[in-house]
């Protein structure tokens, strides 16, 4: 990983401070998920700066922290989900690729964003949606620069620029695109929280994590698209986005789907329940 993600900063001429932001503000949003590891931990960019490194360009808070812990999602129809409480969240689409390589299993920079590419090309034509579709994201942070490659790969912005992309409070809670509302595994430790979080967003369950007296909600918004809006009472905020970056092994099946570690979904409103 510190080699592909050094590989990718000297291409797009980028310098590893400006990953600050991303690790400040995840945990920044951490202090509102009180499950998080790091809750009541604030971390501030001169921690992140002066923090010792663990494997160039990775300092310690580039790096997830193991914890024990799990999750289960429940999937069932639609048609059984309308009966169930509590209220459901609806899978519109995801994308399931994988990119491998041989050589020792250590991924390149090519291997993660071609398997993220690949699995992005899938999310969005099951889902019918696309990046600007996406109001809040939810990418796989085991390492800070999975999330640069997801934002690249999923086409959120330009290969090269995601590092800029994050600045400016773009990814705050009230920001363009929320990143990784409930603190990423960063802020959370490594586990599959992210889609147990945002299932009980869109379920309209637990506390809202998102701008108080912003405007609008953005995620609980019913996104307008009367092309595919039914007379059902099934309407859901718009799209969230799961990511995680693909990589790494010689033996993917044809087609490169099956499990892997390339994994996208987005949970929106309306997508032919």
Known sequence: MAVAYTRWLERHNQNREKMATLAVTQRRHTQHNPHAYFYGTPLTREDYLNSRMVAYPFCLFDCDIPVQGAVAIVLTTADRARDLKPRPAYLAGYGQRLHFEVAGRIGSLSSYMEGGSSSAKLTWERSGFGPKDVDVAQIYDGFSAS???????????????ALDFIQDGRIELDGELPLNTFGGSLGTGTHPRPLAHHRRRLAGLGPRRLAPGQGRQRLLRRRQRPDRDRDDVHLRPRSVLRVGSGQRGSDAPSGGEGINEARGATFPTDRDL
């Open 147 to 161: 999330v640069i490659y997801g934002l690249e790969s999923y086409g959120f912005c330009k290969e090269g620029e």
